[in-house]
């Protein structure tokens, strides 16, 4: 025998690529990654533009963020089931729609925010209903809501002569949304960033806190095994939906607060936007993974992209269907880091095996 000692082989640390790529594909939370990106987009909106690092654009971006990080919400939970609502935005549109209706009733502010909500309740309901019981596919299921509300809201407003202008002038109901703090003197925080704040502690807790939101992550992880285990898959799923619809309705009637006009293509588009944010933000489109902490990150990310984007577009007359462009290219980034996580969750649970 050889009297050489045996050399044990080394492990070297892993490097940072590593551990980044680590981070993207096996964290339990984007949260950390996304941060990193939103720093970086700061840095190099503020380097490319003159007028980006200033307090009254960073409260134009904040004050912008509150339709789709309210939506993003409710698409969540439609998401961590292991479903799709791509209804949102016309149910939006639909919602801002009546509110000018109801203000011409007329009625007081607090219960046109009641009926508005209603809407999307019922709305929601519906698709709930559709895919719970008869058992049609999600995405079909909203796309045909995504046209009947849209068609709805087009139909009043040809219909309705008060609707050809849209305006609302109610000011107690337009400082729902145009309200800042501590004063209308010294205006620092917009009124929506408490809205959307108070949204997400109280989403946040429901979802890590509650039976209901345990029940909905054990539903998207495994539906059949959750069925097995008592949980009322149904109930979970129609009320994933009813939250999205009532969201979606929540969201209108701020923008209409926000812009005092509601029109019958308001949100057009926006739930490419939503799902953007929410797949951005870590919540898996196959189910049972992901929180609200990544997806309001990824809210902020595509606010300051939109800001940044309309000032590089003045500072070197970039055309304004780059900033659709670079939208699909999140969306594409987003749903590909989505199934790079999946596949890699698969590969290292057949390697343990």
Same mark, same amino acid.
């Not at 490097?15 to 790529?21: A, C, E, I, P, Y």
């Given at each position: 025998m050889s009297d050489k000692p045996i050399l044990l082989e080394e492990h070297k640390a892993p490097?940072?690529?590593?551990? *980044?790529?680590d981070t993207f594909l096996y964290g339990k939370s984007m949260a950390p990654a996304l941060g990193l990106l939103l720093m970086i987009l700061v840095v190099f909106?503020?380097?490319?533009?003159p007028y980006f +690092?200033? *307090?009254? =654009?960073?409260?134009?971006? $904040? &004050? =912008?963020?509150? /339709?789709i990080a309210i939506m993003a919400v409710g698409m969540t939970f439609v998401l961590l089931i292991g479903g799709l609502d791509i209804s949102v935005g &016309? $149910?939006?549109? +639909?919602?801002? /729609? =009546?509110v000018v209706l109801f203000h011409n009733v007329p009625m007081p502010a607090w219960l046109v925010v009641i009926c508005s909500l209603v809407i999307g309740l019922a709305l929601g309901s519906l698709n709930g209903v559709i895919i719970t019981r008869v058992g049609i596919n999600p995405v079909i299921t909203t796309l045909g809501m995504m046209a009947f509300a849209r068609g709805l809201a087009s139909w009043f407003s040809l219909?309705?002569?008060v609707l050809k202008v849209g305006r609302v002038f109610d000011q107690k109901f337009l400082l729902l949304a145009r309200r800042f703090l501590p004063s209308e003197q010294v205006q620092i925080i917009p009124i929506t960033l408490i809205y959307i704040i108070v949204l997400y $502690?109280?989403?946040s807790l429901a979802l890590r806190y509650t039976r209901y939101g345990r029940n909905v992550y054990a539903v998207g992880a495994n539906e059949y095994a959750a069925r097995l285990a008592g949980i009322n898959t149904r109930r979970i799923k129609f009320s994933a939906y009813v939250l999205s619809g009532v969201m979606a309705s929540l969201a209108g009637v701020i923008l209409v607060a926000q812009l005092s006009l509601g029109r019958d293509d308001a949100g057009l588009g926006s739930e490419l936007e939503v799902i953007t944010a929410v797949v951005l933000g870590g919540v898996s489109m196959a189910g049972g993974k992901g929180n609200l902490i990544g997806v309001i990150i990824a809210v902020l990310i595509l606010g300051v992209i939109r800001n940044g984007m309309v000032h590089i577009?003045?500072?070197?007359? *970039?055309?304004?269907?780059?900033?659709?462009?670079?939208?699909?290219?999140? *969306?594409?980034?987003a749903i590909s880091i989505d199934a790079a996580r999946i596949m890699a969750t698969k590969r290292r649970q057949r390697v343990r095996q």
């Open positions: 490097s940072f690529w590593k551990r *980044l790529g909106f503020s380097l490319s533009t +690092f200033a *307090l009254t =654009n960073f409260k134009a971006i $904040i &004050s =912008n963020i509150p /339709v &016309s $149910i939006l549109g +639909f919602t801002a /729609v =009546n219909d309705f002569e $502690i109280l989403a577009q003045e500072a070197f007359g *970039l055309s304004y269907y780059w900033r659709e462009v670079v939208k699909g290219l999140i *969306l594409i980034l």
